[in-house]
């Protein structure tokens, strides 16, 4: 895949929430029944047709960099957040938690140096600021939708919006263990094909004064449409 333009995705959420066994889903299109605990980061890639069916249909190789959880190593993962592409945040729907620390998150990876923090010493998440200044894609994917019933997830998906709308981002509900989750033609895998394009579309393409897509001549390998020092 040397020669395969590539996107890094960073896939991010609470210890538990289904990060690892998502990504080998996508990547893999299987099932993973017994995932380990990540410890730093595993990465998986996953070859992705941008604008399938179209004339500018081209391959390119996404990178998903699957962040361990875990508390212990909020001082570390700061190393995994440069360049950054593209963002999947996860929360497990039986878990309302998970769903509220998404922010957290958020805060971490834009203030991976420990700027911004609040007075209980947590980074203060600023939805504008975010938007405005990164301007990187986002993804929202809740997980366990197998564990709940419907009126849960109805319940949950007013929280789930209010992330995902906070961050102009689309959301998808969906079960690990189902390798039919993300079947082609459904329209999760459709979301999530869109998310990949709106990810390689930032990084490889500008618009002309036309408002038509062309591919960038040169683009930095660390490219990611913020900074991130
Ligand atoms: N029922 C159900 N279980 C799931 C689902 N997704 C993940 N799990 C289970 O949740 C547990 C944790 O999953 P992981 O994929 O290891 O979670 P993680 O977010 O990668 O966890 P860390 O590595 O600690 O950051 C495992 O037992 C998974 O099998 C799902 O959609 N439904």
């Known amino acids: 895949m040397s020669d395969i333009d590539k996107v890094r995705i960073i896939v991010v959420g609470d210890s538990g929430v289904g990060k690892t066994s998502l990504v080998h889903l996508i990547a893999n299109n299987e099932a993973l029944t017994s995932p380990g605990w990540t410890i730093g980061c595993a990465v998986e890639v996953k070859l992705h047709e941008y604008k399938e069916g179209t004339p500018s249909q081209c391959a390119y190789c996404i990178e998903l ?80 939708a197998d564990m709940v019933d419907d009126t849960q997830k109805k319940k949950s998906n007013k929280k789930i919006l ?45 618009r002309d004064t036309g408002g038509i897509l062309e591919k960038r001549k040169y683009t930095s390998p660390y490219f990611s449409g913020f900074d991130n020092k």
Do not use: M
Not at 127 to 134: C, I, N, S, V
Not at 178 to 190: E, I, M, R
């Open 65 to 144: 960099w699957d962040i361990g959880g875990s508390i212990s190593h909020k001082n570390t993962r700061g190393v995994f957040y440069n360049p950054v592409h593209g963002i999947i945040l996860v929360y497990d729907l039986t878990n309302r938690k998970s769903h509220e620390n998404l922010q957290q998150w958020i805060a971490e990876i834009l203030n991976k140096e420990g700027k911004d923090v609040g007075k209980g010493g947590e980074l203060e998440f600023d939805p504008e600021q975010f938007l405005g200044y990164t301007q990187i894609p986002i993804l929202v994917i809740a997980t366990k």
């Open 162 to 206: 209010s992330i995902a709308e906070q961050c102009g981002a689309e959301e998808i509900c969906l079960n690990c263990h189902d390798p039919k989750s993300l079947a082609a033609g459904l329209s999760d895998s459709v979301k999530l094909s869109r998310f990949f394009d709106k990810v390689i579309e930032k990084k490889f393409y500008t």
